[in-house]
């Protein structure tokens, strides 16, 4: 006789991360490892939730777009092993470029729906002052000789502005506005006390200074104005519409989370932030891979059975201002919709690849806490070589106000 398959409802515990830092020498974490910063979010995930004993974790499942040096040799192995979970405990790495940290969570989460694992940490980390995107790659030259891919698109700056030549309503005054806007809310938010609390602060160390402690985000820019980018430098194209005030910065960073059956968070008296509805992964052309979320939202909204009037709350990660406005066109969204990233976003607050994934679910977590009348919202992402990528979360705290 066959066994009974009954999926399982898979919650969002918890989510922290780093501080980011810029990538470079003069960095926080310029002389500072990348495993060092995951073994710091898995530590601190394990110390917040003394209630789940270190056993009970069935998989650690780390993402890296580059998984070479202190990013490789099965990151989410060794990260577990170096933060001290019991060798019980299995790791893998996973790739999915800028959406790494995204698969990990829905690869993790897919193997607790059918009952595989109980609890899981999923996360990502990206150093990219030790590992420059791209560094070792070797694209094969059938690309290019075969006519498969247009050599922009292995440039994401250059992706962007085939965006403004694609979308020529999307123009560069509206991509600096927003640019602008991202700094702003995420300063209020830092203000308002709704970014530190998932920060977890890392020593750090430096051949000239000495030991230091990041306790803050180091890519911001409050001070932008709309003015100030309107003068910048396009650096991806003369007399082009993309510049730094428009782009995520170069960052190194890492974050993580637990995921659990809804079953097992309420046996061992886990906090429950989001329950997962469901997710989509979707392919674009190369060249305009900023597309990528908008079929990636279709699909999962379409899965769901629900539609963008359903969703309360949107994070997004801002690779380029200009792919974000690609999403709200497409959607019928306002440039400023209240709904959108409402903690400011990765032009802001930085984009360390692989680890942004969970970024965005940490904060649209904090979100829904904040918002009893949401029920629906997701994180979304454009990917490399032409992905997106979209998960469906709903509020456990919806009630209290209008279904949305």
């Known amino acids: 006789m066959a066994p009974t398959r009954t999926l399982q409802d898979v919650v969002f515990v918890d989510g922290v991360r780093t501080p980011f830092g810029r990538a470079g020498d003069k960095g926080h974490y310029a002389q500072t490892r ?98 420059p995107m791209g560094a070792g790659a070797d694209p094969n030259p059938r690309f290019v000789a075969d006519r498969l891919v247009d050599p922009e698109a292995l440039d994401m700056g250059n992706t962007a502005e085939n965006l403004h030549d694609k979308y020529p309503q999307l123009t560069k005054d509206r991509a600096d506005a927003y640019g602008a806007a991202s700094q702003h809310k995420y300063a209020a938010a830092l203000a308002a006390g709704k970014i530190s609390p998932d920060l977890v602060p890392v020593a750090t160390r430096s051949a000239e200074q000495g030991w230091g402690l990041a306790v803050a985000d180091e890519p911001p820019r409050p001070d932008t104005s709309v003015r100030g980018l309107a003068n910048l430098k396009t650096p991806f194209r003369p007399h082009g519409r993309v510049t730094a005030g428009t782009s995520s910065p170069l960052t190194d960073g890492a974050t993580g989370c637990l995921l659990a059956t809804a079953e097992v968070a309420e046996e061992l008296g886990l906090p429950i932030k989001m329950r997962m509805v469901g997710f989509a992964f979707a392919g674009v052309d190369p060249e305009i891979m900023g597309t990528g979320p908008i079929p990636a939202t279709e699909k999962a909204l379409t899965k769901a059975g629900l539609t963008m009037d359903d969703i309360g709350l949107i994070e997004i990660n ?29 032009i802001a607050v930085g984009h360390p690849l692989a680890s942004s994934g969970v970024r965005l679910m940490t904060q649209l977590a904090r979100q829904f806490a904040e918002r009893p009348d949401v029920r629906y919202g997701i994180t979304t992402m454009c990917v490399g070589l032409g992905m997106g990528g979209t998960v469906i979360w709903e509020n456990p705290h919806f009630g209290d106000g209008a279904a949305r």
């Open 34 to 131: 990348a495993d060092d910063l995951m073994v710091k979010v898995i530590r601190e995930l394990m110390r917040r939730h003394p209630e789940l004993p270190p056993d009970r974790v069935d998989e650690v499942g780390i993402a890296a777009a580059t998984q070479t040096g202190d990013q490789g040799l099965t990151i989410g192995r060794t990260a577990a092993i170096l933060a001290g979970l019991p060798r019980s405990v299995p790791g893998f790495a996973i790739d999915r470029m800028c959406a790494g940290a995204m698969t990990a969570v829905t690869t993790v989460a897919s193997g607790i729906a059918v009952g595989a694992y109980d609890v899981a940490i999923a996360g990502g980390v990206e150093h990219m002052g030790h590992h």
């Open 318 to 346: 801002e690779a380029f201002a200009v792919q974000v406005l690609a999403f709200t066109s497409h959607f019928g969204l306002a440039d400023d919709d209240p709904r959108l990233n409402q903690y400011g976003g990765a």
